[in-house]
């Protein structure tokens, strides 16, 4: 009887354990632990584009009562998306078709810059703990000897990224209104990811209608839609809950709609993180590095 105690015993030693070690193994994958202590180079992509002589200005007067999101007042392309020089618009390049913009193993380093406080750093940190929980994509801090990282800084004007990803580090700009908006943050991750705004798809026109008359003199660029040499929907119907849709009111000079919905009847609700569908196209764009199954949200 003693001897089958103590088997019980140590049997139920074993399992503790065995159950302790699954819950930090599975923990310490998905989560997001610290910050990296080796220090990177400045990136060799460094903001080279102009941005809007009023984008402080137009920061400063936002209020989410606008009807729009902070980053769409950023001064850059589009509003967010920031060329790093004058031959690389997004006319020529491939956009997230090409998989040299791919972030390999779909994994991506990060490194703060020192501007940045705790409570915001958590926030950030929090957003890419989004992606771990919902993608394949998974984020790590930089290591000495990584030739890719994204470079996190507050010191510059607006909330932009590069889309997809370069060679010897590049930059996110977020500023603590950008950091307070968790939705903001998850949308230029998206970028870096190598996603476009969901308004120029190929196939926009059947979803949306652009009214020209209410655009910004100047900012029609930011309308034109894209075609299918460029971008991919990879499979995922046209997604008017995406974090990278445009609001209704974006580059509005009378405070009217830039674009009228044509298959939903209720205005585009706030963004608060990622879609379904954005799930879906991550998973889809980084299988072959992810080694997952694909579901099709539509199935």
Known sequence: ?????????????KMIFLFVFLVITISSE?????????????????PQMLQDPNTA??????TPEDGTN???????????IMVEAETDTISNRNGILSESKYWPNAT???????????????????????????????????????????????????????????????????????????YSIVHELMHTLGFYHQHMAPDRDEYIKIQWENIVEGKEKAFTKKNGMQ?????????YDSVMHYSQKMFSKNGK????????????APRTGLSDGDVQKINTMYKDSCNINIVNITD
């Open 1 to 13: 009887m003693k001897f089958s105690e103590n088997k019980l015993l140590m049997l139920r030693s």
């Open 57 to 62: 200005e137009n920061l400063q007067k936002w």
């Open 30 to 46: 998905a989560s997001i632990l610290k910050i990296s202590e080796t220090e990177p180079l400045e990136p060799r992509y460094y």
């Open 108 to 182: 991506v380093p990060y490194f703060f810059r020192p501007t940045f406080i705790d409570e915001d750093v958590n926030r950030i940190l929090d957003a890419m703990q989004e992606f771990h929980n919902k993608t394949c994509i998974r984020f790590r801090p930089y290591k000495k000897g990584d030739r890719y990282w994204i470079d996190f800084h507050s010191d510059k004007e607006g909330c932009w990224s590069i889309v997809g990803m370069k060679e010897g580090g590049q930059i996110i700009n977020l500023l603590p209104t950008c950091i307070a908006r968790h």
């Open 70 to 80: 902070i980053w769409e007042h950023s001064g850059l392309l589009e509003g967010d």
């Open 231 to 239: 971008v991919s929907q990879f499979g995922v119907p046209y997604d």
């Open 257 to 268: 709609n830039t674009f009228e919905l044509l298959k939903r009847d209720e205005p585009l």
